[in-house]
Nanobody, 121 residues
Framework: QVQLVESGGGLVQAGGSLRLSCAAS????????MGWFRQAPVKEREFVAV????????SYADSVKGRFTISRDNAKNTVYLQMNSLKPEDTAVYYC??????????????WGQGTQVTVSS
């Protein structure tokens, strides 16, 4: 089992930045790919970004490319999402997830409880 805990959400003005963190505990010796998803009110959950265990490969949703950066520190069992140039449409609950490969991140084995990001205009 892997437990994931997100932090770093909050209220920010449009154009501002936030950095989300996701700390993993439990079976962290497994080489999981890690991803970020978000869900806005009355909308479906959507993929944001994913990173391989090594950090050598990343992928982003078109809506966040060039603004968000996913990274990880395996020594700290933590994955990050740096969010710059935030827009009101980025407002959502952000979740991190762990899966065996980036190809299976949509059906991730483990999910965090989420952290709220609110961007005011």
């Amino acid at each position: 089992q892997v437990q994931l805990v997100e932090s770093g959400g909050g209220l920010v003005q449009a154009g501002g930045s936030l950095r989300l963190s996701c700390a993993a505990s439990g079976r962290t010796n497994s080489r999981y790919a890690m991803g970020w998803f978000r869900q806005a009110p009355v909308k479906e959950r959507e993929f944001v970004a994913v990173i391989t265990w090594s950090g050598g490969t990343t992928s982003y949703a078109d809506s966040v490319k060039g603004r968000f950066t996913i990274s990880r520190d395996n020594a700290k069992n933590t994955v990050y999402l740096q969010m710059n140039s935030l827009k009101p449409e980025d407002t959502a609950v952000y979740y991190c997830a762990a899966a065996p490969t980036i190809g299976t991140i949509q059906e991730a084995n483990y999910w965090g409880q989420g952290t709220q990001v609110t961007v005011s205009s």
